[in-house]
């Protein structure tokens, strides 16, 4: 209850000093303390920066690798090669969606599966040698026909590369590009230019090809024959090293012409044949051209025409022969007839003196006149075998003029006419009031007149008509027509009326006539240009038609103007 106090006096000054002493140890542990915690803080929360820099850093990684993996399976899916990578055992682990585009099937059917089984037997030994000496590296290449479900092949160009880490194989990475379409087309090509060459190899024809500068690049077999030299021995020489220097200038001249004007050139020479005989030979040249329009080569094609020649003379100097021949038989049958003609006219003079000298005896009287009916008949044959023969030996020397055919026409009627009264026939003659102007040697167009015109009154019945037509047609041509009601001809015999000593074998019999008339006809209304032939008319008789051109056929015939 009553405090005890003790007081002690001590100076401040150690008794500050000694207050000092006991603080500043505890401020020394104080400090101390303070400076490991500021340590340790700082350590702390360095770690956690650190630690949320390395997280962030992780995700960013991340995102990177995603976008990467993103971006390369795009890339893969749009590259044009497949991509693929096998293990080291070479089972495919991966393959891009590539494959699956160009197989129509999925990457999976093919994951799993090694190279070799998917590939061609005959190809497997090539994709085999992707795999050998992998620790060695590098790439490989090959070429693999891929056998696809439903029988579909493929051809692929194959790379591939080992994957090697530390000397270690880990598998292996590859591309393969799809060269089918390549291939096939390089396979016809190939088809294309081998059955080139067959067909040039087993042409008939020598064919020969060189270059611009004339050496000889190839041959085929028949030029091997023809020129009697293998393939072997002339590949690559000029000409001019085994051709005779005739022939070799032949070949330089038409090459610098073709060099010159391009296209193809044609001749026709002699050509050695096997080395010994010279034969006719037609040459076609023609120049080769490159993709560029460049010319760079010459083909040469032989064609031997010695036989074709050789006939071809034998037929000239046999024609030659023929016209000798046909010229020496009409001067014999002018020479003859004219021969003839002589003794017949005495003939035919006597006979008619003795038909008057016996008028007393009727029987001498039919004997004269027999004979002087076949006199007559003799002359009349004669007077045509004549004809004949100076037509065929003086048909280029007619007398042409330009005459109106009615002036011509209109006398031969009037000499007829006797004719037509004693048969009791009507000539109905209509032949226009313009001219009709055409170019004709007038004695003979009157005689081609004459005679169909006897022709038709030979043949008519007595008292039936006859019908002169005569007309100039759009085109300008002249066209007479003699119409009669006699027995016609034969259908199959209207081109054969004209022929010499033809007659119909409907008027053979009796018409007393010898055939040549209508021969001489034609022969003179083909010498003017024109045309003659025969129809029937179906109410009976025939129509003799006479086409001639209007104004001579050697001149030009006015066109109208459109
Ligand atoms: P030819 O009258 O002297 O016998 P042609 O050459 O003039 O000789 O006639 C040949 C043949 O054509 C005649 O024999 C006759 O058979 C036939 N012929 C000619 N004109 C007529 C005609 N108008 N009607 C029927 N037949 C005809």
Redesign the pocket.
């Known amino acids: 209850t009553q405090p005890l106090v003790i007081m002690v006096e001590e100076s401040m000054d150690s008794a500050m000093a000694r207050w000092q002493q006991d603080v500043i140890g505890y401020l020394y542990v104080g400090f101390a303390a303070c400076a490991l915690m500021l340590l340790l803080s700082i350590v702390a929360w360095r770690g956690l920066r650190s630690r949320e820099a390395a997280r962030r850093m992780a995700r960013q990684v991340q995102v990177r690798i995603a976008q990467s993996e993103r971006e390369l399976a795009v890339l893969m899916r749009s590259v044009q090669e497949v991509i693929f990578r096998t293990n080291t055992a070479g089972r495919i682990t991966f393959v891009n969606a590539r494959l699956a585009l160009i197989t129509g099937g999925s990457e999976s059917q093919t994951i799993g599966r090694t190279l070799q089984e998917l590939v061609e037997p005959s190809y497997r030994s090539a994709v085999e040698n992707l795999f050998a000496r992998a620790e060695a590296g590098g790439v490989r290449t090959c070429q693999a026909m891929f056998h696809l479900d439903g029988g579909r092949q493929l051809l692929f160009d194959v790379a591939m590369v080992p994957l090697l880490e530390n000397g270690k194989l880990m598998g292996y990475a590859g591309s393969a590009v799809d060269i089918t379409e390549r291939w096939v087309a390089q396979q016809e090509l190939q088809n294309e230019l081998e059955f080139r060459g067959l067909v040039l190899e087993v042409n008939p024809l020598p064919i020969s090809m060189t270059d611009i500068q004339g050496r000889l690049m190839m041959v085929n077999r028949a030029w091997e024959a023809y020129k009697g030299r293998d393939r072997a021995q002339v590949i690559g020489l000029r000409l001019a090293d085994f051709l005779p220097a005739e022939e070799v200038a032949v070949h330089e001249s038409a090459d610098r012409q073709l060099l010159g004007e391009g296209g193809q050139t044609m001749f026709e020479t002699r050509v050695l044949h096997g080395g010994k005989t010279w034969r006719d030979t037609r040459i076609t040249k023609a120049l080769v051209y490159d993709a560029g329009g460049q010319a760079t080569a010459i083909l040469c094609t032989l064609m031997d025409v010695s036989d074709f020649r050789a006939a071809e003379r034998l037929t000239r100097q046999a024609q030659e022969a023929s016209d000798e021949a046909a010229r020496s038989k009409s001067e014999f049958v002018a020479n003859m007839s004219h021969e003839l003609r002589t003794p017949l006219q005495s003939i035919m003079g006597f006979s008619e003196l003795g038909m008057f000298r016996s008028k007393a005896d009727a029987r001498l009287t039919g004997m004269f006149e027999d004979i002087h009916r076949s006199g007559e008949r003799m002359l009349?044959l004669v007077n045509?075998l004549l004809d004949v023969a100076k037509l065929e030996s003086t048909v280029g020397t007619f007398q042409l003029e330009r005459v109106d055919l009615r002036g011509v026409i209109y006398p031969v009627l009037r000499e007829l006419d006797p004719l037509l009264a004693q048969r009791k026939l009507r000539l109905d003659v209509a032949l226009g009031d313009l001219p009709l102007t055409a170019k004709v040697d007038p004695v003979r167009f009157q005689q081609v007149i004459r005679?169909?015109l006897?022709?038709?009154i030979?043949?008519?019945p007595q008292a039936s008509s006859i019908t002169l037509l005569g007309r100039m047609d759009s085109r300008g041509q002249i066209r007479l027509a003699?119409r009669?009601h006699?027995?016609?001809?034969p259908e199959e015999?209207l081109g054969a009326?004209?022929e010499?000593?033809?007659?119909?074998?409907?008027?053979?019999d009796g018409?007393?006539?010898?055939?040549?008339?209508?021969?001489?006809?034609k022969k003179i209304v083909e010498a003017l240009g024109g045309r003659i032939y025969?129809e029937n008319v179906k109410q009976g008789?025939?129509v003799?038609h006479i086409i001639l051109p209007a104004r001579g056929f050697s001149e030009t015939i006015p066109a109208e103007l459109q």
């Open positions: 009349s045509d005679n169909v006897a022709n038709a030979k043949f008519s003699v009669d006699g027995p016609g001809i015999e009326i004209f010499a000593f033809k007659q119909s074998s409907t008027t053979k018409s007393g006539g010898t055939g040549l008339g209508l021969a001489i006809c025969a008789g025939s003799f």
